[in-house]
């Protein structure tokens, strides 16, 4: 089959990978050319996708990396995995319909058009089946088929992978449902179908939301533990051997990446606008997540002064600017804000991140100012020693942490990582 795959990111790469693996034509497309310029090379951008698994399908021409929008042409099946954001704290869903503009114009009677991006429930039918049918002439359900799949892509999960993952499968119709299913089942273990696309829309915000809620709980009990002299981490290992309803969450510097801190604003949003009534439960998440940056930096300031230092003047190192360990994803990471506030009161700061890299995901609009311009260096012996403080946001496998104990003089581990004497956990 003929497949195209609209959006060559983290989740749209996988998938573009794995279809052309099984033996399917597939169209890589994506707007921005030098990412497919890359792709084009076979250098991968995403992690779990290395250049090696790129290479042997550009060479024997199953996967085709373009920008060019008249390659979408013929297509079988076309799956959207474009971005999701919030605008003014509102889904901004521009990247989907032009999405939808461009597959429209291509769309052929028995055709597939899968959405995958996160979005609220209804958007699929409400938002992109009238779009397709408005640019095709032709009728969802009718003429084509439509459904929507939520990805479950966990970047930089060595266990669970795209193929291992169960997948949730949906369709406007029963003949769309089985189309959709029939697709993901040459390419997953697993799929799981739900009965309308609302269900499947609302699987992923329910996962997202979960994870969120649960972050945020940790996270607030962290900080009154502290605050009482309690070790919350030794509570939550303990919470953790119960077998049955405890499942753990660790608490953190914040939530970053594509999806807590936006998805569970979706459902939040929609529910507002039906209903007219708000989802407070994503509300306070929102609130105790996005607030975990200022404490952060509050107990830096506080061990920073029992060491008779201010924050201001003080030599500070930050390990992983990445939101997440071993991923170089830095889109709504909590170490942009923390390097505003750190340099705002004055700090010098630096950063070192193996992931990382300028101009791949950093360069994103809101995360361009504070990590664009902060000093990059490597977590070498002499950088360790000659900061007032160490801050470990994100426990890459690759940072040396015999290294950081032996030669920082005060540690603020937020992931529970270290021991020793100038360590102090969140
Ligand atoms: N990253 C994750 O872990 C994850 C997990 C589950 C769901 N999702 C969801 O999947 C969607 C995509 O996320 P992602 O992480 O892959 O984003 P991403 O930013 O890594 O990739 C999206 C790609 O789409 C491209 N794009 C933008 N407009 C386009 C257009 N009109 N046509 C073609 N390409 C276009 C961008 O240039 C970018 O390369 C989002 O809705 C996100 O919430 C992401």
């Not at 990445?322 to 804000?337: H, I, L, M, Q, V």
């Amino acid at each position: 089959m003929r497949v195209v795959i609209a959006g060559q990111g983290y989740v749209g790469l996988p998938l573009a990978v794995r279809a052309a693996e099984v033996g399917h034509q597939v169209v890589g497309y994506d707007v921005d050319e030098r990412r497919i310029k890359r792709l084009a090379v076979g250098e991968s951008y995403v992690e779990d996708i290395p250049g090696e698994r790129l290479r042997p399908l550009l060479d024997g021409g199953r996967y085709l990396p373009t920008a060019d929008p008249g390659d979408v042409a013929g297509f079988d099946v076309a799956v959207i995995t474009v971005p999701t954001p919030l605008r003014d704290g509102a889904p901004d869903l521009s990247f989907i319909e032009a999405s939808a503009k461009l597959l429209a114009r291509h769309l052929k009677r028995g055709a597939t058009v899968v959405l995958e991006s996160t979005t609220y429930p209804g958007t699929t039918e409400e938002l992109l089946a009238p779009l397709l049918e408005a640019g095709s002439g032709l009728r969802a359900g009718a003429d084509f088929h439509l459904g929507y799949s939520p990805e479950r892509i966990d970047p930089g999960n060595p266990q669970w992978k795209l193929e291992n993952t169960p997948k949730v499968v949906s369709g406007t119709t029963p003949e769309g449902l089985a189309a959709v299913d029939g697709f993901y089942g040459q390419l997953v273990e697993r799929t799981v179908p739900v009965s309308s696309c609302k269900e499947a829309e609302l699987t992923k915000l329910l996962e997202n939301t979960f994870r969120h809620v649960n972050i945020a709980l940790v996270n607030e009990l962290a900080m009154f533990a502290h605050d009482l002299g309690i070790d919350v981490w030794e509570a939550i290992d303990a919470a953790s051997t119960k077998p049955f309803g405890f499942l753990r969450f660790t608490p953190g510097p914040g939530v970053g990446g594509h999806c807590l801190p936006i998805d569970p604003s979706y459902l939040s949003w929609r529910v507002e606008r039906a209903l007219g009534q708000s989802f407070r439960f994503v509300e306070l998440a929102n609130d105790v997540n996005s607030h975990m940056p200022d404490y952060v930096v509050r107990r830096l300031a506080e061990a920073l002064n029992q060491r008779r230092r201010s924050v201001n003047g003080s030599r500070v190192l930050l390990l992983g600017l990445a939101y997440k360990k071993n991923t170089g994803d830095a889109r709504e990471t909590p170490a942009a804000r923390i390097v505003e506030l750190l340099t705002r009161q004055g700090a010098e700061v630096r950063a070192a991140d193996p992931h990382v890299v300028a101009g791949v995901h950093v360069a994103e609009p809101h995360d361009a100012g504070p990590l664009a311009t902060v000093h990059r260096v490597e977590a070498t012996p002499e950088e360790l020693a000659a900061a007032d403080a160490v801050v470990l946001l994100a426990d890459h496998d690759e940072f040396d942490y015999a290294a950081v104990t032996a030669h920082a003089r005060y540690v603020l581990d937020c992931r529970h990582r270290l021991t020793g004497a100038a360590v102090e956990v969140l």
